[in-house]
């Protein structure tokens, strides 16, 4: 018994002496140690504890003149009549490429068909694609797309190349073009060309809110204290020269965000001094966000990257899922079968349904979709 206690005691000392020399050496090499869980911990630290970015205004304010002169390229294709006149519920943009035919004709005749919508729904939602210029694409590609903007009449251009490291440009065009043909609509969406949005839940949610009055609103799939990637073979690498802190400010995930047209208007306004030269486009957000005081909120059925799983539960409360391409025709049918409608209303509908998304939300598996918060809402 006595040997025993001796023992353990000498164990716990050992394992304390351990874990000082591994803090201690963590501590001296605390800028060079670039470890995934470091970095978020210091993140995180910064984000929950000291919680300031009054530096972003001071850092990324640059003149007018500078600020609008990043992003001012001619337009190749436009249509600034698109809302004229019309009471628009949603301007939503999707982000394509300029090769992407066959995604924008799927997304044409599923969820962005805007006569569906307007029939069934009752309102009027303006898709818009956005697009800089094909990288080594030459004139046939450009043809092609004139041939598809004159039937659909739905393609905006501008002569940039579209490249990852441009997506900010992107992110300007949106804003601005927002601003100068659409600052009616009363939201804004964007969206990626690989994102199933389920349009009916959308207008739904978005005509109860606006219904509300409501303003502020940014809502998404937020990214809290998230470290910048100093990993160089990272695409989202971000040299220390750009962004010395060690967290970004909050921002919704790329992939599909809303704001209210008073937010439109905010990041509009931010984006005429400030830096955009920042290639994370969402992030850039998150920057231009900050500086004019608006923070993104959380909607659990907003996904960031998985795709949701196939289940009528989910289905009836779905806003986005991410990575489909070749199944978006099957999950627009069932995804807005009647029978989805209402599947979780009752005692019974609310008990099966919780069930189970905790089955398929609460245990950790592959998917990384939403989170277990939304098995109970
Ligand atoms: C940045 O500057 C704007 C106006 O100059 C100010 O309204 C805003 O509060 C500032 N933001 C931060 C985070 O200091
Ligand atoms: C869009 O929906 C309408 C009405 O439901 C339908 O007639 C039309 O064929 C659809 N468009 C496409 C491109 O599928
Ligand atoms: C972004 O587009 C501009 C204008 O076309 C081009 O000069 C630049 O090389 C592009 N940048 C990247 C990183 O692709
Ligand atoms: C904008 O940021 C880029 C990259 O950090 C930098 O090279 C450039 O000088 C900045 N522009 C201005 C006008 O400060």
């Known amino acids: 018994m006595f040997m025993n206690f001796r023992r353990v005691r000498k164990c716990k000392f050992l394992q304390i002496v351990f874990t000082c020399f591994i803090l201690s050496a963590l501590m001296l090499n605390w800028e060079q140690v670039d470890h995934h869980v470091v970095s978020h911990v210091k993140s995180y630290s910064y984000r929950y504890l000291i919680n300031s970015y009054e530096f972003i205004n001071h850092s990324f304010s640059i003149s007018h003149e500078k600020a609008t002169s990043i992003g001012n390229f001619p337009y190749l294709m436009d249509h600034k009549d698109t809302c004229r006149g019309q009471d628009v519920l949603l301007l939503l943009f999707i982000k394509t490429s300029p090769v992407h035919f066959l995604r924008r004709q799927v997304i044409r005749s599923t969820w962005g068909n805007q006569t569906y919508i307007n029939r069934e729904l009752g309102v009027i939602v303006k898709v818009v694609f956005v697009m800089g210029i094909q990288p080594n694409g030459g004139r046939a590609i450009q043809k092609q797309l004139q041939t598809e903007d004159q039937i659909h009449r739905d393609l905006v251009q501008q002569a940039f190349l579209d490249t990852f490291h441009n997506l900010t440009l992107k992110l300007l065009l949106q804003f601005r073009w927002a601003h100068a043909n659409c600052a009616h609509a009363r939201f804004v969406m964007s969206a990626d060309d690989d994102v199933f949005v389920h349009v009916p839940n959308l207008v739904r949610e978005?005509?109860?809110l606006s219904n509300q009055g409501v303003a502020d609103l940014w809502i998404g799939h937020v990214h809290r204290g998230a470290p910048p990637n100093r990993r160089k073979d990272s695409k989202y690498y971000m040299p220390f020269q750009i962004y010395q802190w060690s967290s970004y400010p909050d921002?919704?995930?790329?992939?599909?965000?809303v704001v209210s047209a008073d937010v439109a208007a905010?990041?509009?306004q931010a984006t005429l001094s400030l830096n955009a030269s920042f290639h994370i486009d969402d992030v850039f957000m998150g920057i231009c966000a900050i500086t004019v005081g608006v923070s993104p909120q959380q909607h659990v059925y907003f996904s960031g990257e998985g795709k949701a799983p196939y289940h009528p539960c989910i289905f009836e409360k779905m806003i986005t899922s991410h990575g489909h391409v070749d199944d978006v025709?099957?999950?627009?049918?069932?995804?807005?079968?009647p029978e989805v409608n209402g599947i979780s209303s009752g005692f019974f509908g609310q008990l099966y349904c919780?069930?189970?998304?905790i089955k398929l939300l609460c245990f950790p598996y592959f998917l990384?979709?939403?989170s277990c918060k939304a098995a109970f809402s």
């Not at 921002?251 to 965000?257: I, M, P």
């Not at 025709?329 to 807005?336: G, H, I, Q, S």
């Not at 919780?354 to 998304?357: F, I, L, P, Q, S």
């Open 266 to 268: 905010k990041i509009y």
């Open 206 to 208: 978005l005509q109860v």
């Open 251 to 257: 921002y919704t995930a790329g992939a599909g965000y």
């Open 368 to 370: 990384n979709s939403y």
């Open 354 to 357: 919780t069930a189970v998304k």
């Open 329 to 337: 025709r099957y999950l627009w049918k069932v995804a807005t079968a």
